[in-house]
């Protein structure tokens, strides 16, 4: 157990509906990140939070948007969902430079 | 061009056997960290390993370490005596030195280990 959780563990909903995946990172860690893997694309980065600020854009759509809580927590919200979206998104965490530990992800499905 | 690039999409290895996943990579940031994971077929990343680009010694966690080539420009992964449980995907990652505490990791397609009895 790497002490990321994320909610929910499995998400199925239909093309052109919006969601929320949701992310609570290891005590003490300040930062947040979001990564989707899927079949075509591999694990990429989407973005990284840092106390409460955005600190870096990585391979995310216009339509998919983050934001991380004062009690650190984290969202991901993606809209318009095609069926593309499908995939497994990660959110991870950090305290410094040499460790990121991911949680166990959550598989959204779109139809 | 790629920025990580693990040759190996799949390996098959006789457990207890020692194995090496290969790994290179491609930047020009003089700051830089090497991550291994580990992605079991329930799904979840484990993080394995880290080297720092100036780190003068390889990186050990337990049965793991880290051989890394500077001048090569690679993190090779070597996992002594294998173990049933070691089957799964192995993904190599970096973190370039984008400044202002910028990280996000670029990942590897990953190599496919499958430990046979």
């Known amino acids: 157990d790497s002490g990321v959780t994320q909610t929910p563990k499995h998400l199925i909903t239909a093309t052109g509906q919006r969601v929320t995946l949701r992310c609570s990172p290891r005590?003490?860690?300040?930062?947040v990140y979001w990564y989707q893997q899927s079949l075509d694309q591999g694990l990429q980065f989407l973005i990284q939070?840092?106390?409460?600020?955005?600190?870096a854009k990585g391979n995310i759509l216009e339509r998919f948007s983050a934001q991380q809580f004062p009690d650190l927590h984290s969202e991901l919200n993606l809209s318009s969902l095609e069926l593309g979206d499908s995939a497994l998104y990660f959110c991870?965490?950090?305290?410094?430079?040499?460790?990121?530990?991911f949680g166990p992800g959550t598989r959204l499905t779109v139809l | 061009a790629q920025k990580i690039t693990q040759t190996q999409p799949g390996m098959f290895v006789q457990e207890k056997e020692a194995v090496t996943l290969d790994c290179t990579y491609d930047?020009?940031?003089?700051?830089?960290?090497l991550f291994w994971y580990k992605q079991p077929s329930s799904g979840e990343m484990i993080f394995l390993i880290y080297q720092g680009s100036y780190d003068e010694q390889n990186a050990t966690e337990g049965r793991y370490s880290l051989n890394f080539q500077k001048a090569r420009k690679s993190a090779n992964l070597v996992i002594s005596a294998s173990q049933l449980g070691d089957s799964a995907m192995y993904f190599c990652a970096m973190r370039e030195g984008r400044g202002g505490g910028a990280d996000g990791l670029t990942f590897g397609k990953g190599t496919h280990l499958i430990i046979q009895p």
């Open positions: 930047t020009s940031d003089q700051s830089y960290g």
């Open positions: 991870a965490s950090s305290v410094g430079y040499s460790e990121q530990f």
């Open positions: 939070y840092y106390n409460g600020e955005e600190r």
């Open positions: 005590s003490g860690d300040l930062s």
